[in-house]
């Protein structure tokens, strides 16, 4: 039985020690910090992740589950990167399992610690991938420019 996410003292030090670090311009592998404006307050908030890079494509990975940034990317649709001094605007599309498998397959593999939060190993078949999937969201990363974040912005409000 898999993990459950339970955010402890020692975890927000070391989330924040990650996040000053980043913001110093400190590379750590593929990550990044995430901001996504809040579902409900809309107030920006800012977590590290760990992208999935590949092929010039980039993923990223709800290795814990569907936290608060999972929930509102899903109604954002939209974010920003950053690494050091460097941000970009992204979108997001959520992938089904079938897609998102071998994307959690390599995810496992190259991140070991968030293992204990899965129900498989990193040599597990991608069926096995599949059925974890929908408890590990993966979103495909889209940069936005700056012609295709006014046309969104026109959109939502037209929506509303």
Do not use: C
């Amino acid at each position: 039985m898999a993990k459950t996410l339970h955010i402890t003292f020692a975890d927000r030090v070391r989330n924040a020690l990650i996040t000053m670090l980043l913001r110093a311009g400190v590379k750590m592998g593929t990550t990044s910090l995430l901001t996504v404006r809040g579902r409900k307050s809309g107030q920006p908030y800012t977590v590290p992740v760990v992208l999935v890079e590949q092929n010039g494509q980039r993923w990223l990975v709800a290795p814990y589950g569907v936290v608060q940034w999972v929930r509102n990317i899903r109604v954002a649709g939209t974010a920003t990167l950053t690494r050091g001094r460097h941000s970009e605007v992204i979108s997001v599309t959520e992938l089904p399992a079938q897609q998102a498998a071998p994307v959690l397959k390599q995810y496992l593999s190259q991140v070991s610690a968030i293992q204990p939060y899965f129900d498989v190993t990193a040599d597990s078949p991608l069926e096995a991938f599949e059925r974890e999937a929908p408890r590990h969201p993966v979103f495909k990363i889209t940069s936005v420019r700056k012609e295709q974040r006014d046309e969104n912005v026109q959109q939502r409000i037209a929506a509303r």
